[in-house]
Structure formats: structure tokens, C-alpha cells
């Protein structure tokens, strides 16, 4: 009987060591995902900064470049501008006959 009483003492203090073992650790798990999840986000503020920053550059470039091409284009009509008018006749013929079938 007295070693049945030892036998349950030292189950119970060890379970409940195993229990303040499993919530500390649900703690540490918890502190973990926390820090996970602020890394993550930091990281991706980062990037849709960059993103962001990159598709800027992009629009100013492209918006460069549709400049140059405009001028260019004026430029070819006002040197050439029959062949200009052959070309835009040429090309509304083409989409009729498209657009028609």
C-alpha cells in the first residue's frame, strides 16, 4: 500500500512536470511564430517597397521612351508625309477588309 502511495506521488509530480514542460514550450512556440511572423512581414514590406520602387522606374522609363518614339514619328511624317498618307490609307484599307469578314 505504501509503495502503491510512493508509485502515485511520483506519476502525478511527473506528469505534472511533463505539463509545465508542454506549456512552457507552447510559450516558446508561440514567441517563435511571433518572431516568424515579424521577420515575414519586415521581409515583405522590403519587397513590395522594391516592387514598388521598380515599377516607378519602369512607368518613367517607358513614358521616356514613348516620348522619343513621338517625336521620331513626327518627325518621319512632316520629312515624308505622302508616304506618311500612303501608310495610314494602307493600313485603313487593311482593317476594313478585317474587320469586314
Known sequence: MAQESA???TTGADYDAVMAQMTA??????DLAGSVQALASGR?????????????????Y???KGHDADARIEG?????????LG???GMGVLLGALTRR
Open 25 to 30: 514550450l507552447r510559450r516558446d512556440l508561440a
Open 76 to 84: 518621319a511624317v512632316a520629312a515624308n508625309p505622302y508616304i506618311a
Open 7 to 9: 508509485i502515485l506521488r
Open 62 to 64: 517607358m513614358g521616356r
Open 87 to 89: 501608310l495610314a490609307a
Open 44 to 60: 515583405g514590406h522590403a519587397l513590395a517597397k522594391d516592387v514598388s520602387d521598380g515599377m516607378s522606374e519602369a512607368v518613367s
